[in-house]
């Protein structure tokens, strides 16, 4: 049976391009090395984050210093991210500690960000946490979508004609 939303929740926006399932873990080599010796997923392509000097990350609307360990792999269509934190808080970190791993989040994309961002506030919904991507030009919101949905949800924001997916 569907809940009774608030009135401020129907209607919104539309997702169409999920690219991503955002997965969080305590150890991302333990993790990769057994997907990919029980059930053959990989090449994964390692980063460490930040990448750069010029990387910018906010927790519920402060820039933080953090570091998060992550693997990728494309299955498909949908992108898997590994993703371990390591240092700062993060929602990653959080998640960890409250849940001790598991499926964090699906990641759709979109083309531009700030007035999705802005529609959704309209409803209640905050971000969690944002920043700049690993991707060129890319950024992210993570949404509190959590005791909405029962996950979260995040946007990408791709610029021009990038394809989202080049890694420098």
Do not use: C
């Not at 990919?36 to 750069?52: A, K, M, Q, Y």
């Not at 494309?74 to 993060?90: A, D, K, R, W, Y």
């Not at 920043?131 to 029962?150: F, N, V």
Request: hydrophobic content about 35%; charged content about 25%.
């Amino acid at each position: 049976m569907m809940p009774n939303l608030p009135s401020s929740l129907v209607g919104g926006i539309q997702l169409k391009r999920l690219v991503q399932i955002g997965i969080v873990v305590g150890n991302r080599d333990r993790t990769t090395q057994l997907l990919t010796s029980l059930f053959g997923i990989g090449p994964f392509r390692f980063v460490e984050w930040p990448d750069r000097p010029e990387s910018k990350y906010y927790y519920r609307g402060v820039e933080e210093s953090v570091r998060i360990k992550q693997a990728f792999v494309q299955l498909g269509e949908v992108e898997v991210e590994i993703i371990q934190p390591v240092e700062g808080s993060s929602g990653y970190k959080d998640f960890l500690n409250q849940n001790g791993g598991g499926i964090h989040h699906l990641l759709f994309e979109v083309s531009d960000i700030d007035p999705v961002i802005e529609e959704l506030a309209k409803s209640g919904v905050t971000v969690l946490q944002s920043g700049s991507g690993i991707r060129p030009g890319t950024r992210w919101a993570l949404l509190d979508t959590k005791d909405l949905l029962g996950f979260l949800v995040e946007l990408r924001h791709r610029p021009g004609e990038s394809d989202g997916t080049s890694v420098p």
